[in-house]
T-cell receptor
Framework: QKEVEQNSGPLSVPEGAIASLNCTYS??????FFWYRQYSGKSPELIMF????GDKEDGRFTAQLNKASQYVSLLIRDSQPSDSATYLC???????????FGDGTTLTVKP | DGGITQSPKYLFRKEGQNVTLSCEQN?????MYWYRQDPGQGLRLIYY???????QKGDIAEGYSVSREKKESFPLTVTSAQKNPTAFYLC???????????????FGEGSRLTVL
């Protein structure tokens, strides 16, 4: 079993719809959770981070964390074609100082 | 502007050669990381360093070596022992983990290595 698993995709949604990206992790000691967006051939860039159980909203993005279920998700509302990218979930052990990434989910938003 | 500079952007290597990828940061970050990314996959940790003159193996360290002689620099050498080195290599850094900072990783633009 991988340490961080994401829904495999690819995921395709129409413009204006809600895109839902999911991630589960195996290390219960993980403290910090990140979503990065990566365009093809580019390096990842931070979209959201979350530390506490519950929801965290930033513009069209909402991250949700449930530590008991070891589950973190990212919702993108009013999806735009520019949101088409691969989304990477990263789980961080702050004591060890390192992050583990999932394989990513590729999202396509169709105009 | 502060950031991370990786070079070269593209590199071709013949089998049996060692190559070194450069990573320099001027963000004053303590921790630096090397990740490898293969097509359709996420990032896998090769080596990381949380302080000068110290580094740890990540999940796929075999065939790679690093040094951390200066805070700003964390070069990665891909040795001939690495069986399948063709990949996209990403260097990242992060500030010391204290309350109030996000703990996010800052990435360079990457180096794409191809073995001929």
């Amino acid at each position: 079993q991988k340490e961080v698993e994401q829904n495999s995709g690819p995921l395709s949604v129409p413009e204006g719809a809600i895109a839902s990206l999911n991630c589960t992790y195996s290390d219960r000691g993980s403290q910090s959770f990140f979503w990065y967006r990566q365009y093809s051939g580019k390096s990842p860039e931070l979209i959201m981070f979350i530390y506490s159980n519950g929801d965290k909203e930033d513009g069209r993005f909402t991250a949700q964390l449930n530590k008991a279920s070891q589950y973190v998700s990212l919702l993108i509302r009013d999806s735009q074609p520019s949101d088409s990218a691969t989304y990477l979930c990263a789980v961080t052990d702050t004591n060890a100082g390192k992050s583990t990434f999932g394989d990513g989910t590729t999202l396509t938003v169709k105009p | 502007d502060g950031g991370i500079t990786q070079s070269p952007k593209y590199l071709f290597r013949k089998e049996g050669q060692n190559v070194t990828l450069s990573c320099e940061q001027n963000l004053n970050h303590d921790a630096m990381y090397w990740y490898r990314q293969d097509p359709g996959q996420g990032l896998r940790l090769i080596y990381y360093s949380q302080i000068v003159n110290d580094f740890q193996k990540g999940d796929i360290a075999e065939g790679y070596s690093v040094s951390r002689e200066k805070k700003e620099s964390f070069p990665l050498t891909v040795t001939s022992a690495q069986k399948n080195p063709t990949a996209f290599y990403l260097c990242a850094s992060r500030t010391t983990w204290v309350r109030g900072n996000t703990g996010e990783l800052f990435f360079g633009e990457g180096s794409r290595l191809t073995v001929l």
